[in-house]
């Protein structure tokens, strides 16, 4: 029986298939990519190679949500307490944006991936901004899944920024404090002309939010996996959007 002849082939046919009929498909799903210095660790690596392993990951995983039909993929890259690591893999995650468009912005660009970024960008090394810039600049007209980067991303240095913005929008009298509101807020966030996450996905076991989208993240269905970020395959993100049928949103309704 030839189907037993191929079943990588089989199963792959299958999974996207199954997936074609998805009911449910979260409009925005936001990563926070865990585990890369643990993959690369358990198998006599470098932390580095599991940074670089994690990066292709990330192109794979952009193509699935693509094919799915998601509009948002919001991935945790770095975090604003990332800087307390040691310079020299600092260093080598700050070199990886741009390594990832040099390799993949001519796919994206064919895919119709637009790419967007949140986070503090001014801290970011001048090649580091110059590669997403260019990225942003290039793929700002094309209408697929938005791919937006988390690059020194902190959710209460975020929510800091707005707080003061909006401080300095009361005292010139340009706003009263009792008309403050959510899209108040809102106006002020890296994340302002995007839905709220639907789906939270955090790989490698731990079970926290380590500052991601604090705000943003008030009604969203929350996945974790043991498996680390550079085994975070397309099976894998499947189950992911697969529980995601599952679940009941309320919002503090019935
Ligand atoms: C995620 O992997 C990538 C970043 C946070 C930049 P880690 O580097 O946190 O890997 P672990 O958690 O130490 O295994
Ligand atoms: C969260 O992972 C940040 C990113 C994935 C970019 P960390 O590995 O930095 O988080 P903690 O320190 O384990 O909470
Ligand atoms: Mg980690």
Do not use: C
């Amino acid at each position: 029986m030839a189907f037993f002849k191929w079943p990588f082939k089989k199963r792959k046919v299958e999974s996207f298939a199954r997936n074609a009929t998805l009911k449910l498909v979260p409009n925005h799903v936001a990563i926070i990519m865990d585990g890369n210095g643990r993959w690369a660790n358990s198998r006599g690596l470098p932390r580095f190679a599991g940074h670089k392993e994690g990066m292709d990951n990330v192109k794979r995983i952009v193509k699935v949500a693509n094919a799915q039909g998601i509009k948002v993929l919001t991935m945790y890259a770095f975090s604003t307490e990332n800087w307390r690591r040691p310079k020299q893999e600092v260093d080598y995650l700050m070199k990886l944006p741009k390594e990832f468009l040099n390799i993949y912005l001519p796919e994206l660009i064919e895919e119709n991936v637009q790419v967007k970024m949140i986070g503090h960008r001014a801290q970011l090394p001048a090649h580091t901004q110059a590669a997403v810039e260019q990225a942003i600049e290039q793929t700002k007209h094309n209408n697929g899944l938005i791919l937006n980067l988390a690059l020194n991303y902190g959710s209460r240095a975020e929510i800091i920024a707005a707080i003061k913005a909006v401080a300095g929008d009361v005292s010139a009298n340009n706003i009263n404090i009792d008309d403050i509101d959510e899209a108040t807020i809102n106006k002020h966030l890296f994340t302002t002309d995007l839905p709220d996450p639907d789906l939270l996905i955090r790989t490698s076991g731990e079970m926290r939010v380590s500052n991601f989208l604090l705000w943003q993240l008030a009604y969203t269905e929350f996945w974790f996996t043991d498996v680390h970020w550079p085994a975070f395959t397309e099976a894998e993100f499947v189950k992911a959007l697969d529980a995601y049928q599952q679940r009941k949103r309320r919002y503090g309704g019935l």
